[in-house]
């Protein structure tokens, strides 16, 4: 994890991190003066690839949780059994990774994904977990498994900062949705009296009361920003991570990269095509995912 190619590796992601910052920042300007004229052109409602894409965009970023989560869970059950720390470190693990992988379950089958291809789906307790024991437990055994026989502090912290960096841009995001409440498009197109297009400087005021009278789902008022973005921009640190369990991935790592633009780009657009973010709102959740990525690799570097 500290060889020659690897540390120049990461001097190269990090500049294409702060680059793709700058690219994101630009656009978010671009966007605060055009979202609403941008926002009718892409708009279509319901589009099934783009909600297949949103879908598999967040399942992405959900199951790296759950594979890192499992890597993690390893390094500590590795630990000698006369380590003073072992059973808390374990303990500690189990718990943080089943509070978040129900958390990303419940993202999966929300109706901006899975709950929005099948009626039937929804974000409630018992589906959560089903989706926690069929869709994520198994591959945090994945990543159990791909480090059962290895113990290595070095891996351990890295795997640690990996799994840091993913749940700091989480609620980042999350912290701004809660301080600028923005309804998005498909909501405003629907013609509610009262509900018209905000700059995301420009909070709506009376969301409560909106939500009261026309019974509408309070995410339609979370546009700003777009935490589907944010996630899969996040792949640029995730993919190339894979490397720190899987070795030989390592030769690879800037196809990995590339290939997380590449998913975070798709699902950047698809949200824009399903109305459920403006150019602003996807602008700032790749600005904070590029930023938080930069920071990944520059701590990357002290580690190691």
């Known amino acids: 994890m500290n060889d020659e190619k690897t540390l120049k590796f990461n001097k190269t992601a990090g500049i294409i ?13 671009i966007g605060t003066f055009t979202d609403h004229r941008i926002a009718p052109v892409v708009f279509s409602d319901k589009n099934l690839g783009a909600l297949i894409v949103s879908t598999v965009g967040i399942y992405i970023f959900c199951a790296l949780y759950a594979f890192f989560f499992g890597a993690l869970l390893s390094q500590a059950v590795n630990l000698p059994k006369e380590h003073k720390k072992r059973k ?19 993202s999966v089958l929300d109706i901006n994904n899975l709950g929005g291809i099948f009626p039937f789906i929804h974000r409630d307790v018992p589906q959560m977990i089903i989706m926690l024991l069929v869709g994520l437990l198994p591959i945090s055994y994945i990543g159990y498994r791909s480090c059962k026989k290895r113990t290595d502090a070095l891996l351990a912290k890295h795997l640690l900062l990996v799994l840091s960096a993913m749940t700091f841009s989480f609620f980042l995001y999350e912290l701004v949705k809660m301080g600028l409440p923005r309804p998005r498009y498909r909501l405003i197109a629907k ?15 009376n969301k409560m009361e909106l939500i ?48 997380g633009i590449c998913v975070g780009i798709s699902v950047l657009l698809s949200r824009m095509v399903l109305g459920a973010h403006f150019l602003s709102d996807v602008s700032c959740g790749g600005f904070i995912a590029s930023v938080v990525s930069a920071v990944y690799y520059r701590l990357y570097k002290k580690i190691s």
């Open 88 to 106: 808390g470190y374990i303990i500690a693990t189990v718990v943080l990774g089943l509070i978040t992988l129900l958390i990303c379950g419940g």
């Open 17 to 29: 991190c702060i680059i793709m910052a700058c690219t994101f920042a630009a656009t978010f300007v």
């Open 191 to 205: 013609g509610h009296e009262g509900i018209d297009f905000h700059r995301w400087y420009n909070p709506i005021k």
């Open 212 to 259: 009261a009278k026309y019974g509408i789902n309070k995410d339609d008022f979370k546009s700003f920003p777009s935490g589907h973005t944010s996630n899969s921009i996040m792949n640029i640190t995730l993919f190339p991570a894979l490397g720190l369990v899987y070795p030989k991935l390592r030769e690879r790592s800037m196809f990995l990269l590339v290939l």
